[in-house]
């Protein structure tokens, strides 16, 4: 799909999900079971990978009725959403509302993603200056990403991100004191990285932790003013995961012209507003 011609005039439309559900309860009876191969026709092979290393992210367990809403967006049918948990053996766990995303034609799975939360969601959906499907795409671009990070997709994220994106990292680093053995204010060490450096580094990091989780909260959206559904999204974002966590702010400069094919062109992360620009914000780039 060409940058900017695609079609916002498409609305977000619920639909009545009767005919999926016998798939859905197939895969949850799978989990339930324990069984997880017996539900392998109801996926893409790409659908299939993606619920393979989300049964085995950590211990995972359904923990609640699921009470689904279908939307039609684009070419598929969005489900949301089935509650699970995932626990971990430090005993970290995390309840995740799981969204399934069906394609019509095949009906098949061909994509699973952590639900953003509510508030994160009617932040999106209350920008009534833009179109429907123009938020839903945000929404389920967010909710990607996010899940991408838990589940360790490194091809995936390799993908989305341009071969020259502005990349900022950030760590916070805790010091003890020599003489009082406490602990002096974090210092936070901030690097540009190519994107060949950012992912050989994120490999490391997801070979190296047993869990990653993010969550995001107080978002704020800017549309470019050429190019299309160019986007700058600024989120807080806490991060965990098993031997390391910060909170701070990250920046997103997305193209969303093909929403299953985003292309982040800045990435940048700061654990606090700095005094003189504030967040990264889509004007400085």
């Not at 952590?114 to 123009?134: C, T």
């Not at 091809?155 to 003890?176: K, P």
């Not at 991060?239 to 299953?260: R, W």
């Not at 700061?270 to 400085?284: A, M, R, S, T, V």
Request: charged content about 25%; aromatic content about 12%.
């Amino acid at each position: 799909m060409a940058p900017g011609n695609v079609n916002t005039t498409k609305a977000i439309l619920a639909v009545d999900g009767t005919p999926y559900l016998p798939l859905l309860q197939k895969v949850q009876n799978a989990i339930n079971t324990g069984q997880y191969e017996s539900a392998r026709d109801c996926f893409t092979a790409e659908g299939y990978d993606i619920y393979q290393k989300l049964i085995h992210n950590g211990k995972a367990i359904i923990c609640g009725p699921a009470e689904y809403k279908f939307i039609r967006f684009d070419d598929g049918i969005l489900a949301r959403s089935l509650p699970m948990r995932f626990t971990f053996s430090n005993r970290r766990s995390f309840v995740e509302n799981v969204v399934f995303d069906i394609e019509t034609e095949s009906r098949k799975i061909r994509s699973l993603s952590f639900a953003v939360s509510e508030n994160v969601a009617r932040d999106v959906l209350q920008r009534e200056q833009w179109s429907e499907y123009s938020r839903m795409a945000i929404i389920n671009f967010i909710e990607t990403y996010q899940t991408a990070y838990a589940l360790k997709r490194l091809d995936y994220l390799q993908s989305i991100f341009s071969e020259d994106a502005l990349i900022i990292v950030g760590r916070v680093v805790r010091q003890a004191s020599a003489v009082e053995n406490r602990y002096i204010p974090p210092k936070v060490e901030q690097t540009r990285l190519s994107k060949a450096t950012y992912m050989r580094n994120l490999e490391r990091c997801f070979k190296s932790q047993e869990f990653i989780n993010l969550k995001f909260a107080g978002i704020d959206i800017k549309k470019a003013g050429k190019g299309g559904e160019m986007y700058g999204i600024q989120m807080q974002q806490d991060y965990f995961s098993a031997t390391y966590g910060d909170k701070g702010y990250l920046f997103l400069y997305v193209d969303l012209n093909d929403p299953y094919r985003p292309i982040i062109h800045v990435r940048t992360w700061q654990p606090e507003k700095d005094p003189d620009f504030g967040i990264y914000h889509l004007g400085q780039f």
